[in-house]
């Protein structure tokens, strides 16, 4: 089954967190349109990027000003450390101003090239598509990774990956 909403695009973007948006505002500003010329695809729910569970004492290392998708202003002082909650709205406001309407519950499986030309065959969970890039902007958090030492921690209390720090 091909996934018609998806295929044919020049650009399909694989997440939809800070890189896929600043992945996706570099293509906006060279000329391509959302939607038409390239999409994006998030295997979350809808609009629960990665920032969104996030635990809620979490800020950021850096300062706002370090933290920005070009072109898109952090709101507020430009010098504070923002939090998990101010990321993901910073994120969604950012995603509504460069148009793009990002295709939620779709995850990528796996591409391959066709033949020897240029057409790549990307696997998601909505189906087959076809399109000539694809760029995996999915980050380092994604999975958490567990070191195969902690069962034999002996620690008092309960020993938690931060993914399920509430």
């Known amino acids: 089954m091909m996934a018609r909403s998806l295929s044919h695009r020049r650009v399909i973007i694989v997440g939809a967190g800070h890189s896929g948006l600043a992945t996706a505002a570099a293509l906006r500003s060279s000329g391509l349109e959302p939607q038409k010329d390239f999409v994006i695809i998030d295997s979350a729910p809808p609009g629960q990027r990665s920032w969104a569970t996030r635990w809620q004492s979490m800020k950021l290392r850096s300062a706002a000003r370090h933290s920005v998708v070009r072109g898109f202003p952090f709101p507020g002082d430009e010098d504070?450390?923002?939090?998990?909650?101010?990321?993901?709205?910073?994120?969604?406001?950012?995603?509504?101003?460069?148009?793009?309407?990002?295709?939620?519950?779709?995850?990528?499986?796996?591409?391959?090239?066709?033949?020897?030309?240029?057409?790549?065959?990307?696997?998601?969970?909505?189906?087959?598509?076809?399109?000539?890039?694809?760029?995996?902007?999915?980050?380092?958090?994604?999975?958490?990774?567990?070191?195969?030492?902690?069962?034999?921690?002996?620690?008092?209390?309960?020993?938690?990956?931060?993914?399920?720090?509430?």
């Open 80 to 166: 504070r450390h923002p939090s998990a909650d101010e990321m993901s709205d910073y994120l969604s406001s950012v995603e509504k101003a460069i148009g793009v309407k990002t295709v939620w519950s779709t995850r990528a499986l796996g591409v391959n090239r066709l033949g020897d030309g240029s057409t790549l065959h990307l696997s998601t969970s909505a189906g087959e598509v076809q399109t000539r890039n694809v760029v995996c902007a999915t980050g380092a958090a994604a999975v958490p990774r567990i070191p195969g030492w902690r069962q034999e921690l002996a620690v008092p209390g309960v020993v938690l990956h931060s993914s399920q720090y509430l």
